[in-house]
């Protein structure tokens, strides 16, 4: 797949570090202060204890992967994860985890070689990875718990354009998104937070034999061209592709084959 090449994405490296000692204490406050019983809608046959442990989990096997720079798959996720006994003490476990992430991102150069699943072969790809994991799990958290969230559009977008790329790689554990193909249909997602500098598009084009995230489209080009658009807010962008908002909801404009998305949406949940 050629690479998109996109300006401003991925964002600078600190960028990240930074955003992801945020969000991942934002996370833990949340599950702290609500029953570890309560269920998570988002994520269907979870609690906030399971969602819990998978956020402070997937952040450890994540820091063990950048800490040997691993050049081939792993064989196996398992990793020492000091889990407490008492689910009450889960979030204060995920806060325990913080100083160690913050201190093997720090210590890892960010264009070091090493192996990942998506696109980008270097250390800074779990990075990114990190980040959104734990920033969509905190928006689910806010749903399970009822409280509004709210996303920076700037991360959200360059969620939004993580998702995109890497999504022709996540056969490997979401094996719908191989059987996504088309006739050379394309499809439009569209920012619609100028006033945040995040007014960008990103365009994927459905082909007999997979489907590709295509460089260089421009925002100003008409939704016309497109088989289909989805325009909205960086964020409603973010967790539509998510899976955790319908296209058909009033947050999104959209135009075009409602085929075709359905198509997309289809093959790309997981």
Known sequence: METTGRTGHPLPYDIYRQAIERETLHFAELAKGADPATAVPSCPDWTLTELTQH???????????????????????????????????????V???????????????P?????AWGEDQHARFWARRMLFETLVHRVDAERAVGQES?????????????????????GLFAPAVTKLHGNGETIAFRCADSAGGTDEEWRVRLDPDGFRLLPGARADAAPSEATATVRGQAADLLLLLYGRRSYQETAFDVSGQATVLDRWFTHTAF
């Open 150 to 170: 709210d996303v920076d559009p700037v991360l959200a977008a360059d969620g939004v354009d993580e998702f995109l790329v890497n999504l022709p790689y996540a």
């Open 111 to 115: 264009q070091a070689a090493m192996w």
């Open 55 to 93: 956020v402070g989990a997937l952040q450890r096997w994540f820091c063990t992967l950048l800490t040997r720079l691993v050049q081939e798959p792993p064989r196996s996720r398992d990793v020492e994860l000091g889990l407490p006994e008492r689910v009450e003490e889960y979030a204060d476990w």
């Open 95 to 109: 806060v325990a985890g913080v100083p160690d992430v913050a201190a093997v991102l720090r210590a890892t150069d």
